[in-house]
């Protein structure tokens, strides 16, 4: 799989996601046969990322062609809009914000799943990491009021195989179908109850400052399906493959459980600069670009982003970028230590203190458990649409 092939330990491959994904080394710039541009360099991507370009893919074209009946979700807003709305909710995500509002309860749902794994002595880790994503993430949206128990499996359920494919399609409507269904469940379920208590009683979390903006009770939905995709999912997957690497390698595990948090998070944004849970990113120029490889492009060029080569460009990351190094030094000190695992420009994932936060909160309570180790052989899939990995079924277990 490695393109590192100097010597045996050059040619090391801590990836354990790099098969499943079918990954193989490609040129900077690839057209492929309907016209877009895969970027597999470090540099081209922060050129395309941050130059003149919108979201695309994830049903971008379809959302938009309902702009005329509601908002654009912010995933898909851009320009001064874009800005103003990033602006207003840059306060749930500071750093400052989440260390004083929301680090105990990470550390009271980590006592809460520590605890219960500790009298059951097994449980399932992805299922862990999912309780505890959603109910980070759900104090942060204001999504705290149900009518049912059970939220996080319902999210999970409606954003499975959800249709957003651009193309309508007869095979498209049976899914179409299913997953409204299940989504007017989680907003009959979830998102309705906690409207319904912000309107009476506002709080500091998004859906309160929506409801202060003017926002429709299906726009305020929209927002908390993808909070639900990009604040809950995503950072389950990354909880449970940090966990993996960390569990097989018993001296980084010892060293992460003794470390403070800024070490811990640098290790973790390490396994995430080698394990992306979101892989790949779509763009689309609004503008003419010139890109540094002397390519020039015009409006309404399609861009997919390759997070996992770009993350493992060696000029950007440094020698042997398949390894997972815990004191890896950029060569260049603008590469933030997890390269691009959370995106860059504009769109860079605003939720990357808490995802970091939450996790080495977890995984330093899990890790120091004697005797923990992982059950049988994971089972994940592969989610071609964000180029990522999805873990259906991860089993532990302690003394």
């Known amino acids: 799989m490695s393109d590192v092939a100097a010597d045996p330990a050059s ?25 877009a541009l895969h970027v597999h360099t470090h540099a081209l991507a922060r050129a395309v990322l941050r130059g003149e370009v919108e979201q695309n893919g994830f049903g971008a074209n379809m959302v ?5 009946i509601m908002r654009l979700p912010v995933l898909f807003l851009d320009g ?26 990470m ?13 059951d002595k097994e449980g ?10 959603v109910t980070v993430a759900a104090e942060i949206a204001g999504l705290t009021e149900h009518l ?52 009476r009683t506002p709080r500091q979390d998004v859906i309160s400052h929506l409801i202060s903006i003017g926002y429709r009770d299906r726009e305020i939905l929209t927002e908390c399906v993808i909070f639900g995709a990009a604040g809950m999912v995503t950072t389950r997957e990354f909880i449970t493959i940090a966990a993996l690497h960390l569990i097989e390698r018993p001296e980084l595990s010892r060293r992460f459980v003794a470390a403070g948090m800024e070490e811990r998070r640098a290790i ?13 990113l779509y763009r689309r120029a609004t503008q003419p670009m010139d890109l540094p490889n002397g390519v020039h492009v015009e409006p309404g060029q399609d861009f997919v982003v390759d997070i996992r080569s770009v993350n493992a460009d060696a000029e ?23 390269a691009m695992g959370f995106g860059d420009g504009r769109h860079r994932c605003p939720g990357a203190f808490i995802a970091m936060e939450e996790s080495a909160i977890f995984l330093g309570r899990l890790l120091a458990l004697p005797g923990l180790r992982v059950v049988g052989k994971p089972d994940f899939v592969w989610n071609g649409l964000v180029g990522g990995y999805e873990f259906s079924e991860c089993w532990i277990a302690i003394d």
């Open 316 to 338: 950007a990351v440094g020698a042997c970028p398949f390894h997972l190094d815990p004191d890896r030094r950029m060569p260049d000190p603008r590469t933030g230590a997890p």
């Open 80 to 105: 001064l809009e874009h800005q103003e709305m990033r602006r207003a909710t840059a306060r749930f995500f500071a750093p400052r914000a989440v260390e004083e509002g929301y680090v105990g309860l």
């Open 148 to 199: 049912l128990p059970g939220m996080p499996g319902r999210i999970a359920g409606f954003l499975k195989n959800a249709p957003v494919d651009d193309k309508v399609t007869l095979g498209l409507w049976p899914r179409y179908a299913l997953s409204q269904l299940k989504l007017m469940v989680f907003y009959l379920l979830d998102v309705w109850p906690s409207i319904r208590r912000r309107r």
């Open 107 to 119: 550390e009271r749902e980590t006592s809460r799943l520590i605890d219960r794994l500790e009298e």
């Open 11 to 35: 040619a090391r491959d801590d990836r354990k996601t790099a098969r499943l994904a079918q990954w193989s080394a490609q040129p900077p710039l690839v057209r492929d046969e309907k016209g």
């Open 124 to 133: 399932r880790l992805d299922l862990m990491a999912m309780d505890m994503s």
């Open 268 to 280: 973790l944004e390490e396994i995430l600069r080698l394990e992306p849970v979101i892989g790949r």
């Open 64 to 68: 938009r062609r309902l702009s005329s």
